[in-house]
Each structure stands twice: as structure tokens, then as C-alpha cells.
């Protein structure tokens, strides 16, 4: 939409053009009326409330469907959400039931698990082929069963296939495809697609079951992509990830914040068409977006036209698309034709090639870090390279940037080796004259920005928001003191309300300020405040772990505490007693000692200290595990992972992060890795829950109670 602001764009006469429809809603003043007045809510009785709230909603779902169905805007973007804001502040004020409303959109409360349901007719999968050979075959199959075929072509949209169902015109459920019998149901979630409308339009059936496909507009998901990353966020591989991520959400208004919308192509039950190309031609009747790239041909040889076409302008789609589907139209043939168990027959999808590791660079991002480094990243058209497809690539640092010569808009050269992080290796088609710079200042805090060589870092310090976010996120994580529920979503939510300015005030929340925040109450307070307090006593390797000290990850963290067994002893030790810790040389211990030296960082951990007491390490060893391999997967609960692999270390153990062949035991906590239990049962490793972790250390006579 437009940027429009004042009063006068609720009406749909802003321009030479003429913008009306047949049934657009004549009688309401905030469609028609340029001098329409909000009277305060405050001075409303609960009559005018209700009467404005019906024309509200009446004239929010006319725009919406102008906007998204007829891709013809009659407001702009500030006036939308000038009717938008209004109507949730009447139904809020005047404790009006929001069932079926627009406003509903914007979330709800989140869910723990998705319920299974069934399909009202089943979702199938559609058969497919690169080869136009096989299309070709395809229709001469179509032939031989019925005579005088037509087709409908469409764009095979890359997305995630939904089954949605209206009862009385009102929506009613969604499921995502699942099995093609049953899905998760999703209503909740799907409730809050702008582009999916909460009441079906004009006649509309009494029941109707459609399909449709949910997906990210390419132009939004780099947006939204260039915002996670300058958050410090890892963005997301490609929009297909980032729609069936974001539709499996368990909170809704998680959901609400990110651009996703929907073509509608199949009815599932309702009413009968005679051909595809009517139903193509009545959903957006009632509301419902579909493609306007849907053509109807009169031969095989057709559609493959009109595949080559669709993927010359393949880049130039604000979609994803991956081939064409090549339907029959009359549906009385496609009844004749039937379908197989598994696809129809009547339908048939045409791919298009593999990308090649050439793409396009959309846009630049800079990424700050929890030490402060500044990291550019480039965002890709999505490409697939070695058989992953990426949308993100890195560009090292300064000198390599100017030595490449890349900038947005260029054409590059994509390169992934094993499980590299893919990054730009050459510019093949570039669209400037000059090359991407750094910012001299932090895009977050504005601090200066310092050179280290080929490196840049942001200056700010903790007074910077994404490295003190990061720090508390790193703080929290698994691998420090997996403070349960404090994940990127909860500190960002902490840090917008003003309830954390330092580390350490993690340990003053109050119970009432975040039982407070938007999606929270009583219960999910306890539960976080429990969890920050479970935290106050943590073994040693696992506090110098959440601390970020430079180069000092969970095995060399279990080494120091091993060595020094006390944390004031190990952030007193010199640099040469560090550098007799295995493992650790004079660059990494000079890098350890400038971090305890830095006034900065003694004020954070003074603060923690006041809050949180290190426990001391268990110095015990042993070699009653001697030559055993262990993996870890999910939480244990008498002891943590930290602990867990640093008893089996100091008993002669091996401790690695992933299974192999040379794997001896895969123990799995709570919340287990999937893919780490998949490799176990490929690679016939035993697999033991924490109390066989346990039995087993017994057997080999080493004792150990709650805490390692």
C-alpha cells in the first residue's frame, strides 16, 4: 500500500483512476466518508461502540480484500492500521467477543502442542518430473481416458499446503497437509494471515473445505531476514523454512509478526465447478487470494510454454517457485481419471531445474555480535549449492569485501564446502562501480566501530543492546546455565520492557513486571523466576562458559576448573599458570587474562557475584571409563550435560558432540536431538536414558549423587 496518513485516505476516491467495485460497502462512513470523526472511546455508550465496531470490521475486511485479492489498494498503509488500531481499541474497551474479527489476526495464547486432525478429504501429493518428456507422457495418458482436454497451469508455489475450512461463510480451522490424511491444526496461528479472511464474502457456500499454500513473499523475507541478522539472529535458510517454522510456532503472536500469505488453488468440499478455470475465477468471489499467474491452454505443448516462460521469469517473482502444475480442466474428466493412493491422475507437476550456485545479492546486512565484532552478511536470492539450498552467505571482513568488489545487486559466485558456512567467492555480473563498506559506527548503538586488523568491532561494549542481548542469550543457553525459558524471544521482550539494563539483572526480576508482559502471566513468571534461581549455585565450567570469556567453550571450560578448581583462582591465575592447562597456549591465555583485567568485565562479574556463587569443581579422577566414547543429547536433570561430560573425562572418558561408528553410548536427557538418536540407530550405538547413565557409572563403582 501506499503511505497515506490523514483521515481523507479512508476513502477509496485518492486518485484519477477509478478504484470502486460493484460491492463495495456504499453505507459505511469509514470506507466512504473524508471527514469522518473517531470520537474519543472514552465518551462512547455501548450502542455507537458496537455500531461502529460492525462497520469497522466491514470496512478493515473490503480493504483487505482489495489489498490482497484484487491487488488494488484503496487506503494507505497508516490509514489501514488507523481503522485497525480503533476497532481492537473499541472491542477491548467495550469487552466486545473478537470471534471472527480482524483483529483476531494479531494473535492469541500460545499453544504447548498442536492437536491431530483429520482432513476433510485428503490432501494428495502430486506426481512430477524435470523432463518434458514425461509431461508429454503424462498427457497422452490424460488422452487415451477422455477427448478434448484443456489445461490450467499454475506456479508450483514452494511453500506449505494447508487445508482451510469455513462453516457459514466464518473460518473455522486450518490443518497443515500432514500425511495428506491428518495434520496439525494450526487455526490459531493461521488465524493470523492478513491475506486469509475470517469471513467468507458475497454468496459464499455454507460449507467449504479449500486448499491453499502458505508463503513467504521473497521481498518481505529479506526484510525480515536483514532484521534478524542485524538483531543477531541466524536468518532463516530460505522462505519455504521460514514459513513452515514460523506456522509451527506455538505462540500466535509470534506468528502475527512475520509476512507470511496464501494462494488458494483446490476446493476440498463445497460447492462443484464444471472447470478448473471457474473455480480459479470464483474463489477471489468470496474473498480468497489466488495466483494471477494461472493460465488455461488448449494442449500439452501449451503448458510447456508456459512452464519455459515461468522459469525465464522465475527471479522476477515476489514468490517462490520450484515448477508448474499442469491440471486437467473439465472436472467431469478429472472424476473419469481418478486418482492412485498416493496422487491424481489428472494433475501433473512440471519442475524446474536446480539453481545453479550463481545468484543475485539482495541485500547487505551487518550482524553485531556478543563480543562486539561486526559481521557482514550477504542475503541471497535462494540458491542451492551442494545440495542445500541458501539464502544467506558470508563476506569474511573489509579487506576481502573490497578485494571482491561485491555489493548489492550483484551477480556472485556462491561456494559451500562440507558444512562450511557458504560464502561469496566471486562477482560474477556487478551492478555498481564500487563495493560494500562497513559503517564507521555501530548500527545498533552508534558507538565507533575499531579495526583489528582485517576485523572491525563495535566500541559500546555492554552499553550496546545486541551485545548485551547476546550476552544474556549466551548466558542462558545449553551450553552455559540453560536457564530454562529464557530464549531469544523472552530477553528480547525483558530488554523492550526495561527490566534488564545488566547481566546480572537477571536476578532482580520481579514476579509482577513479568507476569506483566505481553503473552506471560503468574504461571509463566514462577516458572522463569524458578528457573533464574535454579541457576545461582552452577558448577564451575558452566559459569565460565555463560561468562564469554574469549576461546572458552565447555571442554576447555572443564579444563580450567579441572586445573584451578575454584573460579577466584582461576580468574587470578596468570598467564603462565593458564598456559600450562592443556590445551591452552600463550595467544589463548593472554586473551583469558585480558578479559578478568578488563574494569568492564569486573564490574558485570561483581554484580553476578553478588547473586551467583560458582561451585567449586570435583577434582576426582579416575579410569574406570577409560577408552569409552559418550554423546549427550537433550537436558539431564540431577546434573547437567557440563557435568555429566566432565565425570566422564575425568574418569578416563571420552566426551565428543556427535555419534559415530567409534561412539560407545548416546544418553539421552529430556528433549532429545532427533537427528542424534537417528545416527545412533544407523550406527548401532545403545542409546540410555539419565537413571541407565547413572546405573551405568555405578557398575563401573564411580558414585555421584544429584550434582556430579
Same mark, same amino acid.
Given at each position: ?80 492500521? +488507523? ?5 481492537? !481499541?473499541? @472491542? #477491548? ?10 483483529? !483476531? ?8 502442542? &498442536?492437536?491431530? *486432525? ?23 495418458? *490424460? ?16 511453500? %506449505? ?19 495428506? @490424511? ?112 494461472? $493460465? ?31 491440471? %486437467? ?18 494433475? /501433473? ?38 545440495? %542445500? ?13 573490497? @578485494? ?10 556462491? +561456494? ?6 557458504? /560464502? ?65 524471544? #523472552? *530477553?528480547? +521482550? ?27 502471566? !503468574? ?22 562458559? #555463560? ?38 597456549? $600463550? ?7 585480558? &578479559? ?7 564490574? *558485570? ?37 557440563? !557435568? ?38 544407523? $550406527? ?25
Amino acid at each position: 500500500m501506499t503511505d497515506q496518513a490523514d483521515i481523507s485516505s479512508f476513502t477509496d476516491d485518492g486518485g484519477d483512476e477509478d478504484t470502486s467495485v460493484d460491492d463495495a460497502p456504499t453505507d459505511n462512513p469509514y470506507v466512504r466518508d473524508p471527514d469522518t470523526g473517531l470520537t474519543p472511546v472514552a465518551d462512547l455508550d455501548e450502542t455507537t461502540a458496537r455500531a461502529q465496531v460492525a462497520d469497522l470490521r466491514e470496512a478493515i475486511r473490503y480493504h483487505d480484500h482489495r489489498y490482497y485479492v484484487q491487488s488494488d489498494p484503496a487506503i494507505g498503509d497508516r490509514a489501514y492500521d +488507523q481503522l485497525f488500531d480503533r476497532l481492537r !481499541e473499541l @472491542e #477491548a474497551a467495550f469487552d466486545i467477543d473478537t470471534t471472527g474479527s480482524p483483529t !483476531e489476526r494479531v494473535g492469541g495464547e500460545p499453544v504447548e502442542t &498442536f492437536d491431530t *486432525v483429520d482432513h476433510v478429504a485428503p490432501m494428495l501429493s502430486i506426481d512430477s518430473s524435470g523432463e518434458a518428456a514425461d509431461v508429454r507422457e503424462f498427457a497422452d495418458r *490424460v488422452q487415451r481416458e477422455v477427448d478434448d482436454v484443456q489445461f490450467v497451469c499454475e506456479p508450483k508455489f514452494d511453500g %506449505v499446503s494447508i487445508e482451510v475450512v469455513y462453516e457459514d461463510g466464518v473460518y473455522e480451522r486450518a490443518v497443515t497437509r500432514g500425511d495428506g @490424511e491428518e495434520g496439525d491444526d494450526v487455526t490459531r496461528n493461521v488465524r493470523t494471515v492478513a491475506s486469509i479472511p475470517g469471513e467468507l464474502r458475497g454468496d459464499h457456500p455454507e460449507f467449504l473445505a479449500v486448499r491453499g499454500e502458505l508463503f513467504m513473499p521473497r521481498e518481505a523475507f529479506n526484510a525480515y531476514n536483514r532484521e534478524r541478522v542485524e538483531r543477531g539472529d541466524d536468518p532463516f535458510a530460505n522462505p519455504r523454512n521460514a514459513t513452515a517454522g514460523t506456522i509451527r510456532q506455538q505462540d500466535p503472536s509470534v506468528v502475527a509478526e512475520r509476512p507470511l500469505d496464501c494462494f488458494f488453488f483446490e476446493v476440498l468440499d463445497g460447492p462443484d465447478f464444471d472447470t478448473a478455470w471457474e473455480r480459479h475465477r470464483t474463489l477471489p468471489d468470496w474473498g480468497l487470494q489466488v495466483n494471477t499467474e494461472v $493460465e488455461r491452454v488448449t494442449d500439452i505443448e501449451g503448458a510447456i510454454d508456459y512452464r519455459d516462460a515461468m522459469l525465464e521469469r522465475r527471479d522476477d517473482l515476489d514468490y517462490e517457485v520450484d515448477g508448474v502444475v499442469v491440471k %486437467v480442466d473439465d472436472r467431469d474428466a478429472c472424476e473419469t481419471l481418478g486418482s492412485t493412493t498416493r496422487a491424481p491422475r489428472w494433475a /501433473y507437476a512440471y519442475k524446474f531445474p536446480a539453481r545453479s550456485e550463481e545468484t543475485t545479492v539482495r541485500d547487505i546486512a551487518v550482524q553485531v555480535g556478543r563480543t562486539g565484532r561486526l559481521t557482514p552478511v550477504a542475503l541471497l536470492d535462494p540458491v542451492e549449492v551442494g545440495g %542445500v539450498m541458501v539464502s544467506r552467505a558470508s563476506l569474511h571482513n573489509p579487506e576481502q569485501i573490497a @578485494e571482491l568488489g561485491v555489493a548489492v545487486g550483484d551477480r556472485v559466485s556462491v +561456494q559451500r564446502a562440507g558444512d562450511v558456512i557458504p /560464502y561469496v567467492d566471486e562477482v560474477i555480473e556487478a551492478d555498481t562501480d564500487g563495493h560494500f563498506a562497513l559503517p564507521d559506527h555501530c548500527p545498533v548503538c552508534d558507538s565507533a566501530v575499531e579495526r583489528d586488523g582485517p576485523l572491525a568491532f563495535c566500541t559500546g561494549g555492554v552499553a550496546c543492546d545486541a551485545q548485551l542481548r547476546r550476552a544474556v542469550e549466551h548466558y542462558a543457553s545449553r551450553d552455559a546455565l540453560d536457564i530454562e525459558g529464557l530464549g531469544e524471544k #523472552a *530477553v528480547g +521482550q525483558l530488554f523492550d520492557a526495561g527490566l534488564l539494563d545488566a547481566l546480572p539483572d537477571l536476578y532482580e526480576l520481579g514476579r509482577g513486571a513479568v507476569a506483566d508482559l505481553d503473552g506471560w502471566g !503468574e504461571t509463566s513468571a514462577d516458572n522463569l523466576l524458578s528457573a533464574v534461581d535454579s541457576s545461582r549455585e552452577p558448577p564451575l565450567a558452566d559459569f565460565l562458559v #555463560a561468562l564469554g570469556v574469549p576461546e572458552v567453550g565447555p571442554t576447555v571450560a572443564r579444563d580450567l576448573a579441572r586445573e584451578f578448581g575454584t573460579f577466584e583462582t582461576v580468574r587470578t591465575a596468570s598467564r603462565e599458570e593458564l598456559e600450562t592447562v592443556d590445551g591452552i597456549g $600463550e595467544i589463548v591465555a593472554g586473551e583469558i587474562r585480558e &578479559f578478568f583485567d578488563s574494569e568492564q568485565n569486573e564490574a *558485570v562479574i561483581a554484580g553476578l557475584l553478588a547473586h551467583v556463587s560458582p561451585q567449586p569443581a570435583d577434582t576426582e579422577t579416575g579410569d574406570a571409563l577409560a577408552g569409552e566414547t559418550f554423546v549427550f543429547t537433550g537436558s539431564l536433570s540431577k546434573m547437567t550435560r557440563s !557435568e555429566a561430560q566432565d565425570l566422564v573425562e575425568r574418569h578416563g572418558g571420552n566426551a565428543t558432540s556427535s555419534v559415530s561408528s567409534n561412539t560407545d553410548y548416546l544418553v539421552a536427557g529430556e528433549n532429545p536431538g532427533q537427528s542424534k538418536q537417528d545416527d545412533a540407530e544407523a $550406527e548401532d550405538v545403545p542409546v540410555r536414558d539419565e537413571e541407565g547413565f547413572r546405573a551405568l557409572l555405578a557398575e563401573r563403582g564411580i558414585e555421584v549423587g544429584d550434582r556430579a
